[in-house]
């Protein structure tokens, strides 16, 4: 078979594989949209795989190809009269000729004209050499950028951001109404007294009940997400919007909470002996006792020391952050939770003595939508905060002295 022979078979060749490329890359389309399980999205992956091999045959073919017309062209039967090659140099003309009949021999006519070189990959001829620079001549990866995939990765990696539930540390009950009234009873201050021996019983105070009035507020939203993302996504897409949406629940509750916190009595702390007092005189002995504390606030008590060195912050396998003061628990949480990044902000007493938390409902919802071809996810919340016990604690703010950037260390 001669040379033009082969040139026009193998353009017959790639014409064929290009139409059946056309072909099955539709067949894989198609195959992509109907999937509906994992048996079908693996037929889908298997027809990728032929499509991605039917390529490297055209490739491959094509490469073949452009061998086969540059040899024809290096005859000079083919080239116009006035584009011949008019080097005189009969060594030269004589090693061009070599290479010509080497490759129609493909491989089996050698001249001695001709310069062989072997490698691990094999024997090839030395064509030709000339002048080489490496930085305008050599294969970059800019060059060979069309052959370089990226690496791409379709797992979104979520932001690290520690979140402290704090509806679990207030009193939580279940309501079955829009609104109502939660009753409290005030702790006992009388006596008894002394009484004479048949004397009549003196009367006993009675209990002190405190009614909080509670009123459930709905907090809820949607978001629409098409059927064609939640097809092919390489991730459980509606996974990662619910996870998300929890998130924004939390955030929700946290808020609520926290609203009620800021409302309690401010107390300013420049030290820690501002905040013993607190603790030591301005809070009931019978509260519980949980310190809330903002980052920057937790940045302040953990560099505090005592008179010997040591720092009053201690571990503990109970406290939310592993960390108690004065064997108070301690939570930390963002310092826009409290306030604004910057501010040392901290509550201080009994939470669930404090906050009064009415959950009404609670749901996260999924349904589809035929008239847009997706999904809809619902989520939404019903519950109500109030302050329960004015008394159950106090909002500090610390603020440093202006002398100095620490406190001054307790006695």
């Known amino acids: 078979m001669t040379l033009d022979e082969k040139i026009k078979a193998l353009k017959a060749d790639i014409k064929a594989q290009r139409d059946k490329l056309s072909a099955d890359q539709i067949s894989l389309r198609n195959l992509v949209e109907k999937a509906e399980s994992d048996e079908d999205l693996a037929k889908a992956k298997d027809a990728r795989g032929k499509v991605d091999g039917l390529k490297e045959e055209i490739r491959k073919n094509e ?35 070599a290479i010509i009949d080497y490759v ?53 990696l979520r932001d690290l951001q ?7 540390f207030t009193t ?12 409290t009873v005030a702790n006992a201050t009388t006596k008894m007294a002394t009484v004479a021996e048949l ?56 808020d609520a909470v926290a609203s009620v916190l800021k409302t309690f009595t401010a107390q300013a702390v420049a030290s820690l002996d501002d905040l013993k007092l607190v603790n030591n005189t301005k809070l009931d002995p019978a509260y519980a006792r949980t310190l809330v504390v903002t980052q920057s606030f937790y940045q302040w008590l953990d560099t505090v020391k ?48 404090a906050v009064l938390f009415a959950n009404r409902a609670d749901f996260m919802i999924r349904w589809v939508d035929d008239n847009i071809y997706g999904q809809y996810l619902q989520a939404g919340m019903r519950f109500g905060v109030a302050k329960a016990d ?15 950037s620490s406190s001054t260390p307790s006695k």
């Not at 459930?216 to 059927?227: F, K, M």
């Not at 008394?391 to 002295?401: D, E, Q, S, V």
């Open 306 to 353: 005592d008179n010997n060195g040591r720092y009053l912050l201690q571990d503990s396998i109970i406290s939310p952050s592993g960390k108690v003061v004065f064997g108070i628990p301690v939570v930390v949480v963002s310092d826009e939770t409290l306030g604004v990044a910057g501010e040392a902000h901290a509550f201080l007493g009994d939470i669930k003595r």
């Open 199 to 254: 004397a009549a019983n003196p009367a006993m105070a009675k209990p002190n009940f405190n009614d909080i009035d509670w009123t459930v507020e709905t907090y809820r939203q949607a978001l629409p997400v098409s059927q064609e993302s939640l097809d092919d996504s390489e991730i459980d897409l509606m996974g990662l919007i619910s996870t998300n949406a929890d998130q924004i629940k939390l955030n929700t509750t946290n």
């Open 162 to 168: 520690t979140v402290v539930d704090l509806k679990p």
């Open 63 to 97: 490469e073949t190809l452009a061998l086969y017309e540059e040899a024809l062209n290096g005859d000079g039967k083919k080239k116009p009269a006035g584009k011949r090659n008019k080097n005189n140099d009969p060594e030269q003309n004589e090693r061009r000729q």
């Open 172 to 183: 939580v009950f279940q309501a079955t109404t829009k609104k109502g009234s939660y009753p």
């Open 390 to 404: 004015e008394n159950a604690g106090y909002f500090l703010t610390y603020t440093a002295p202006a002398s100095s």
């Open 104 to 156: 129609r021999s493909k491989g089996l006519k050698r001249s001695k004209a001709l310069k062989f070189e072997k490698t691990d990959e094999g024997t090839f001829v030395v064509v030709g050499k000339r002048d080489i620079t490496p930085t305008t001549d050599g294969v970059t990866s800019t060059v060979a950028a069309p052959t370089i995939p990226d690496a791409i990765s379709y797992t979104p």
